[in-house]
C-alpha cells in the first residue's frame, strides 16, 4: 500500500562536494530534504517508487529500469567520490508491468540504454539514505505521453502495492521553472515565476486534479522539469485522503526548487481526479462539437467514417456554397487533450473545391502524418479539430512585414519549404514563427530563406 509520497527537486550543487558553499543559498530546500528524510525513516517503507525525469525518456513509452540493482556518482559533476548505489524491487517492477500491460499502458522494461543512476534519482537517495536504507527501489522514467496517461500509470503502482500489501512510498524528482531570472540557466519568461506560484499552491494544497489542467504549452514555455513526475505521483494517490505539508520553496539560481510531504490516511472517493477531468473533457468537447461549424463538421465526418470503414466520403449536399465553387489551400489540424494528435494541409490548392480539399487532408491528418500514429476509433470522441483556409500568398521581403496573429508564414530555399500558420499557442515573436517554419523544412536556423505571407480563415 502507498503510505507516503514526496515531491522532491533534484539540483546537483546541493550536495556539498559539488556545492561547495553555494548550496547554502538554497538552506531552506536542504533542511527540507532532511526533514523528508527523517520523515521516510519513520514510515519504514519497504519499496521507494523513484519517478525521474532523467531517466530514459521516450516519446510513448514509460521505462522502468531492469536488473538486480544500480550505481551512479556525481562524476560529471566535479564529484566522482559522491556515489549511490540501490538495490531493485524486482517482485515490484515485475507486477507493475504486467498490471500496466493488462491495463493497456505502454510501461516496461525494455529500451535500456544506461544502467547508471541520473542525478533526478541520486540526488533524492542522497538524502533519504541517510536516514534509512531498509528499502528496495523501482525506478521509472517519464514519457511523451499526455499528463493523463501520466496518471493512469500512478494508479497502476497503488494497485501493485496493494496486491503485494508492500508498504510503498514514492517520490516525484522534479525541478519547478528553469526560467526565473534572466542571468538564469535559461533566461526568463513570464510562464516561469506564474508556473512556480500555481505549481506551488496545487501540491502544498494536494488539489492534484489542477495538474491535469495545466497545458503542455505553458509548462514548455515555463521550463518546468517535474510537471509529469507530479502528476505520475497524483495518480498514485487516486481515491487517497492525504495530510499535506508545503516544506519549502527557493529559487535563488533561476531555476525552482519545491518540496512538498503527503502522508496518506485512508480513503476517498470523492479524490477520483482523473475521472473528474475526463468528465470534464466530454462535457467541452460535447460543447465544442454542437458549435462546430460547416467545415469543421464536414472534416469530423470524414475522419470518423474513414476511421470506422476506411471509405472516403464525397462532398454531402447542403454544404455552404462557397465550399463547392472555390478553391484554396487548406489545412485540417486535430488535437487530443491539447496536444496536436495530426495536421496535414496543402498550400495551394489540388481539388476541385474547398470541401474536396477538406476531405482529403482530413484523411491524411488522422491516418498519414508521419510523426504520429493512425487515430484509433475510441480516440474519436477526444478530438479537438480545426479547418484552416488559405487566403492569398503574397511574397515579401522582411520579416517586418510579418505579424504573428495576423498572418502565417512560408519559407523557401530551392525545392525546401516550411508553413507555419498564424496564431498558434506558443509563438508569440516572429523570429519563433521563421525559426519554427525553417526547422520544418529541414533548414538551418542561420540559413537564408525566400519568404511569403498570408492569411487564414481559420474554423473551430
Given at each position: 500500500?502507498?503510505?507516503?509520497?514526496?515531491?522532491?527537486?533534484?539540483?546537483?550543487?546541493?550536495?556539498?562536494?559539488?556545492?561547495?558553499?553555494?548550496?547554502?543559498?538554497?538552506?531552506?530546500?536542504?533542511?527540507?530534504?532532511?526533514?523528508?528524510?527523517?520523515?521516510?525513516?519513520?514510515?519504514?517503507?519497504?519499496?521507494?517508487?523513484?519517478?525521474?525525469?532523467?531517466?530514459?525518456?521516450?516519446?510513448?513509452?514509460?521505462?522502468?529500469?531492469?536488473?538486480?540493482?544500480?550505481?551512479?556518482?556525481?562524476?560529471?559533476?566535479?564529484?566522482?567520490?559522491?556515489?549511490?548505489?540501490?538495490?531493485?524491487?524486482?517482485?515490484?517492477?515485475?507486477?507493475?508491468?504486467k498490471i500496466a500491460e493488462a491495463g493497456?499502458?505502454?510501461?516496461?522494461?525494455?529500451?535500456?540504454?544506461?544502467?547508471?543512476?541520473?542525478?533526478?534519482?541520486?540526488?533524492?537517495?542522497?538524502?533519504?539514505?541517510?536516514?534509512?536504507?531498509?528499502?528496495?527501489?523501482?525506478?521509472?522514467?517519464?514519457?511523451?505521453?499526455?499528463?493523463?496517461?501520466?496518471?493512469?500509470?500512478?494508479?497502476?503502482?497503488?494497485?501493485?502495492?496493494?496486491?503485494?500489501?508492500?508498504?510503498?512510498?514514492?517520490?516525484?524528482?522534479?525541478?519547478?521553472?528553469?526560467?526565473?531570472?534572466?542571468?538564469?540557466?535559461?533566461?526568463?519568461?513570464?510562464?516561469?515565476?506564474?508556473?512556480?506560484?500555481?505549481?506551488?499552491?496545487?501540491?502544498?494544497?494536494?488539489?492534484?486534479?489542477?495538474?491535469?489542467?495545466?497545458?503542455?504549452?505553458?509548462?514548455?514555455?515555463?521550463?518546468?522539469?517535474?510537471?509529469?513526475?507530479?502528476?505520475?505521483?497524483?495518480?498514485?494517490?487516486?481515491?487517497?485522503?492525504?495530510?499535506?505539508?508545503?516544506?519549502?520553496?527557493?529559487?535563488?539560481?533561476?531555476?525552482?526548487?519545491?518540496?512538498?510531504?503527503?502522508?496518506?490516511?485512508?480513503?476517498?472517493?470523492?479524490?477520483?481526479?482523473?475521472?473528474?477531468?475526463?468528465?470534464?473533457?466530454?462535457?467541452?468537447?460535447?460543447?465544442?462539437?454542437?458549435?462546430?461549424?460547416?467545415?469543421?463538421?464536414?472534416?469530423?465526418?470524414?475522419?470518423?467514417?474513414?476511421?470506422?470503414?476506411?471509405?472516403?466520403i464525397q462532398p454531402p449536399r447542403q454544404?455552404?456554397?462557397?465550399?463547392?465553387?472555390?478553391?484554396?489551400?487548406?489545412?485540417?489540424?486535430?488535437?487530443?487533450?491539447?496536444?496536436?494528435?495530426?495536421?496535414?494541409?496543402?498550400?495551394?490548392?489540388?481539388?476541385?473545391?474547398?470541401?474536396?480539399?477538406?476531405?482529403?487532408?482530413?484523411?491524411?491528418?488522422?491516418?498519414?502524418?508521419?510523426?504520429?500514429?493512425?487515430?484509433?476509433?475510441?480516440?474519436?470522441?477526444?478530438?479537438?479539430?480545426?479547418?484552416?483556409?488559405?487566403?492569398?500568398?503574397?511574397?515579401?521581403?522582411s520579416p517586418e512585414q510579418l505579424d504573428?496573429?495576423?498572418?502565417?508564414?512560408?519559407?523557401?530555399?530551392?525545392?525546401?519549404?516550411?508553413?507555419?500558420?498564424?496564431?498558434?499557442?506558443?509563438?508569440?515573436?516572429?523570429?519563433?514563427?521563421?525559426?519554427?517554419?525553417?526547422?520544418?523544412?529541414?533548414?538551418?536556423?542561420?540559413?537564408?530563406?525566400?519568404?511569403?505571407?498570408?492569411?487564414?480563415?481559420?474554423?473551430?
Amino acid at each position: 500500500m502507498i503510505i507516503g509520497a514526496f515531491m522532491v527537486p533534484h539540483p546537483p550543487l546541493i550536495i556539498p562536494d559539488i556545492g561547495r558553499g553555494e548550496e547554502q543559498k538554497i538552506g531552506r530546500t536542504v533542511e527540507a530534504y532532511q526533514e523528508v528524510g527523517r520523515r521516510i525513516a519513520d514510515m519504514r517503507p519497504e519499496t521507494i517508487i523513484l519517478i525521474s525525469p532523467h531517466q530514459k525518456m521516450y516519446a510513448d513509452y514509460f521505462h522502468i529500469s531492469p536488473g538486480a540493482g544500480a550505481n551512479g556518482d556525481f562524476g560529471q559533476f566535479g564529484a566522482g567520490r559522491v556515489r549511490i548505489e540501490a538495490v531493485y524491487d524486482a517482485e515490484f517492477r515485475e507486477n507493475l508491468c504486467k498490471i500496466a500491460e493488462a491495463g493497456e499502458l505502454p510501461a516496461g522494461t525494455a529500451g535500456e540504454r544506461d544502467k547508471r543512476l541520473d542525478h533526478g534519482t541520486m540526488v533524492p537517495l542522497y538524502f533519504i539514505n541517510q536516514y534509512w536504507s531498509g528499502y528496495r527501489l523501482v525506478r521509472i522514467g517519464l514519457s511523451g505521453l499526455p499528463f493523463s496517461v501520466h496518471y493512469e500509470l500512478g494508479q497502476r503502482i497503488r494497485e501493485t502495492a496493494q496486491v503485494l500489501n508492500r508498504r510503498t512510498v514514492l517520490i516525484a524528482s522534479g525541478d519547478l521553472s528553469h526560467r526565473l531570472k534572466e542571468d538564469g540557466p535559461y533566461g526568463y519568461r513570464e510562464e516561469g515565476p506564474s508556473y512556480d506560484s500555481r505549481i506551488m499552491d496545487v501540491m502544498g494544497s494536494a488539489d492534484f486534479g489542477k495538474l491535469l489542467d495545466f497545458s503542455e504549452d505553458f509548462c514548455e514555455r515555463a521550463g518546468e522539469c517535474g510537471h509529469r513526475s507530479f502528476v505520475m505521483m497524483a495518480g498514485a494517490l487516486d481515491r487517497r485522503r492525504v495530510s499535506s505539508s508545503r516544506l519549502s520553496y527557493e529559487g535563488p539560481f533561476g531555476v525552482g526548487y519545491g518540496i512538498c510531504s503527503y502522508e496518506v490516511l485512508g480513503r476517498n472517493l470523492q479524490r477520483n481526479f482523473l475521472d473528474q477531468y475526463r468528465k470534464k473533457e466530454q462535457e467541452r468537447l460535447a460543447r465544442l462539437k454542437e458549435n462546430e461549424d460547416a467545415y469543421v463538421r464536414l472534416a469530423r465526418k470524414t475522419i470518423e467514417e474513414y476511421i470506422r470503414t476506411g471509405r472516403k466520403i464525397q462532398p454531402p449536399r447542403q454544404l455552404p456554397k462557397e465550399m463547392y465553387g472555390s478553391r484554396a489551400g487548406v489545412f485540417v489540424s486535430i488535437k487530443k487533450e491539447g496536444r496536436l494528435r495530426g495536421c496535414i494541409g496543402t498550400i495551394r490548392p489540388a481539388h476541385a473545391s474547398v470541401a474536396g480539399e477538406i476531405i482529403e487532408n482530413a484523411v491524411s491528418a488522422t491516418a498519414k502524418d508521419p510523426r504520429f500514429s493512425p487515430v484509433e476509433p475510441e480516440e474519436l470522441a477526444q478530438l479537438e479539430i480545426s479547418v484552416d483556409v488559405l487566403g492569398e500568398i503574397e511574397e515579401i521581403h522582411s520579416p517586418e512585414q510579418l505579424d504573428v496573429k495576423q498572418y502565417g508564414v512560408i519559407v523557401t530555399r530551392g525545392f525546401r519549404q516550411g508553413l507555419l500558420l498564424p496564431n498558434l499557442e506558443g509563438i508569440d515573436t516572429v523570429e519563433e514563427q521563421i525559426a519554427v517554419a525553417k526547422q520544418k523544412a529541414g533548414m538551418k536556423p542561420e540559413e537564408e530563406a525566400g519568404l511569403a505571407r498570408f492569411k487564414v480563415n481559420r474554423h473551430r
